[in-house]
């Protein structure tokens, strides 16, 4: 249950760093660019967790013999 969760942070910080990071400088990547990846990634782990709770876990289960 806490994916979703997960995944609001990584979007939240990132939507924070695209916008408020713009005149910062770094030697090799800038911060708006990892914002927006931070974005994207968030938003993927939100669809990925509820589509977890919206169908279940597939996949075989290990049973112990």
Do not use: C, Q, W
Not at 31 to 54: C, F, N, P, S, W
């Amino acid at each position: 249950m806490t994916e979703p969760l997960i995944g609001a942070v990584l979007l939240v910080v990132g939507l924070v760093l695209y916008l408020t990071t713009g005149d910062v400088h770094t030697p090799v990547v800038t911060l708006t660019k990892v914002g927006l990846v931070l974005m994207v990634v968030g938003g993927a782990e939100i669809v990925v967790a509820l589509a977890r709770l919206v169908f279940g876990r597939r996949g075989r289960s290990v049973e112990n013999s």
